[in-house]
């Protein structure tokens, strides 16, 4: 996919990363005990693997990678969404809303309360590491939902090309500002506004906030 390149920082990039890394170590040593209790409940709660099998997401420059997330759904779920047909009226529901579903029948029980508190979003540490995502940056948004969004919205594709010349996050911008529950077109706009005013202290604020986030259920998607 196409991207506007951006003048590149190299002070800000190399912090960034030292703040990625350093972040990732203290909060996987922090989540560990979380992270087990996690694993052992979704295996527990329904049939299929500890991680989701979720397509691919689109990252810096519009390339592709695989997001780790944990499974809070149940086995197969974006699969069956998009080629069973019984599912073909919550596909369609699903695209209308901008890629968001409020009452997703597919969710387990154990993966409601994850995704209240974003703890299925932990996994995506070991995506930080391996340099494909950032701690704090815009979404990372499915191939066929930036299509699709797109075409509902074309006046998005400036923002588009802008946010998707930096890494996606785990946190950002929106989630922090209790703006979780918004149409792509105001989604991507914020997106947009945080690439474009990036910076270590604006960062760290994002960083700080999402504690609360997490725990007040306020940034589940």
């Known amino acids: 996919m196409e991207y506007t390149k951006i003048k590149t920082n190299y002070y800000y990039e190399f912090l960034k990363r030292v703040i990625d890394i350093s972040f990732t170590l203290i909060f996987i040593l922090i989540f560990l005990p979380i992270v087990i209790s996690v ?13 989701a099998d979720t397509p691919e997401r689109v990252g810096k420059g519009g ?20 080629e069973d ?14 890629y968001k579903l409020k009452d997703d029948p597919r969710i387990t029980p154990v993966g409601s309360f994850i995704r209240r508190h974003s703890l299925d979003e932990v996994p995506q540490f070991f995506n930080v590491l391996k340099g494909e995502m950032s701690i704090v940056g815009p979404r990372a948004y499915y191939p066929d ?14 923002s588009v090309k802008i946010v998707l010349s930096v890494k996606p ?17 105001k ?14 202290l604006h960062d760290m604020w994002i960083i700080m906030k999402s504690p609360w986030v997490m725990i007040s259920g306020r940034g589940a998607l």
């Open 169 to 185: 996050g785990i946190t950002g911008l929106w989630q922090v500002s209790g703006r979780s529950d918004i149409n792509f077109d």
């Open 39 to 51: 694993a052992i409940a979704i295996k527990l709660d329904s049939p299929g693997p500890i991680f």
């Open 145 to 158: 939902e930036l299509e699709d969004q797109q075409k509902k919205y074309p006046y998005t594709r400036k």
């Open 63 to 82: 390339k592709r990678f695989k997001m780790y997330k944990f499974r809070s759904m149940i086995q197969n779920a974006h699969k069956m969404l998009r």
């Open 187 to 200: 989604r991507i706009k914020l997106d947009a506004q945080y690439v474009k005013k990036r910076s270590i």
């Open 85 to 98: 047909p019984k599912y073909a009226q919550l596909y369609h529901d699903y695209k209308k809303s901008s």
